[in-house]
């Protein structure tokens, strides 16, 4: 006789469940190693460009830098979009970019919004640097690579006032601007959270947002940004990111439960940017700056409700 027990509902969800946190660690490994890989050599390149101070041979240094960038950032992608064949909707994304500086911008959901950006500008755009918290500077490999690249770094306005009592933004202020100026040496994309944080309702019912999706947008990176690059800007790339998942994390998009994103990209041309912010040395409006951000992000939290209509 033939058995006709099928297997326990309970029981395979809890091996499903069991098989994502797998994977998801496998992953983690994978780009873990990915990322000790590429160190060495970057370790030795950067000693090299900091013993020899010649600006001839540190651009030759830098595009080798920029070479193992890329080469980092393509191997994630394999694991991620071609292994594990995670599916991404693109509109609006054009093949190249060929403007020396950037600044992108994007709603924050997780972790995972880094890799995907990172893989669909890859190659496309000069190498994607972020604005980092200059605690990231300590951390050991992470910390390398910021300094290594001249990542943009913010002295937070929370741990000026732990350690002084009161809350100094000009401190700030001068940090990014000093941090941007060292930008100007090589093209970069410099991407831009404006939000500052990982959007959760419980963060947006704290600050009273008056968007569903996002939370309120911080216009001062994109307002350093722009005062200090911005006739050499070459265009603004606006991205909208929506999961298959209602409460998108990192763990759960390495893990596999993440199949699907759709990713919206509105380009604005600097001859839009400076119609509505004025010219960087003269006339610059920060009101209006300021204005056009949140009508941005108006616009953006419209589109996401329209996309995840999408996936039901």
């Not at 950067?46 to 950032?73: C, D, N, T």
């Not at 910390?143 to 000009?170: E, H, T, V």
Request: proline fraction near 4%; glycine fraction near 6%; charged fraction near 20%.
């Amino acid at each position: 006789m033939h058995s006709n027990i099928k297997p326990d509902k309970s029981v395979l969800a809890v091996i499903g469940i069991g098989w994502a946190h797998v994977r998801a660690a496998l992953v983690l490994t994978y780009i873990t190693c990915n990322l000790a890989f590429w160190t060495a050599p970057l370790l030795v390149l950067v000693v090299f460009k900091w013993l020899v101070p010649i600006s001839s041979v540190r651009i030759v240094v830098y595009g080798m830098m920029a070479w193992i960038y890329r080469a980092a950032v393509q191997m994630n992608g394999w694991i991620l979009f071609q292994g594990m064949k995670i599916q991404l909707d693109l509109t609006g994304i054009d093949q190249t970019y060929p403007g020396n500086f950037y600044i992108a911008l994007c709603n924050h959901q997780s972790w995972s919004d880094i890799l995907i950006l990172q893989h669909l500008l890859n190659r496309k755009t000069p190498i994607m640097k972020f604005l980092v918290k200059k605690e990231l500077m300590y951390l050991p490999v992470v910390g390398l690579i910021c300094w290594a690249y001249d990542f943009p770094f913010l002295n937070r306005g929370k741990q000026m006032k732990k350690r002084s009592g009161k809350l100094n933004r000009s401190n700030d202020s001068q940090t990014l601007n000093k941090s941007l100026t060292k930008l100007l040496r090589s093209s970069a994309t410099i991407m831009n959270f404006a939000e500052g944080t990982r959007f959760t309702s419980l963060k947006a019912k704290r600050q009273q947002s008056p968007y569903q999706y996002l939370l309120k947008p911080k216009a001062g990176g994109i307002i350093a940004i722009y005062k200090m690059m911005g006739q050499e800007l070459a265009a603004v790339l606006d991205f909208t990111i929506v999961y298959d998942v209602p409460k998108p994390n990192f763990w759960c998009f390495i893990g596999g439960k993440i199949q699907r994103v759709k990713i919206h990209l509105d380009t604005i041309s600097s001859e839009e940017l400076k119609e509505n912010f004025g010219l960087p040395e003269n006339n610059f409006n920060s009101d209006r700056a300021i204005e056009w951000i949140n009508q941005r992000w108006g616009q953006k939290d419209r589109k996401i409700g329209n996309i995840s209509s999408d996936f039901g």
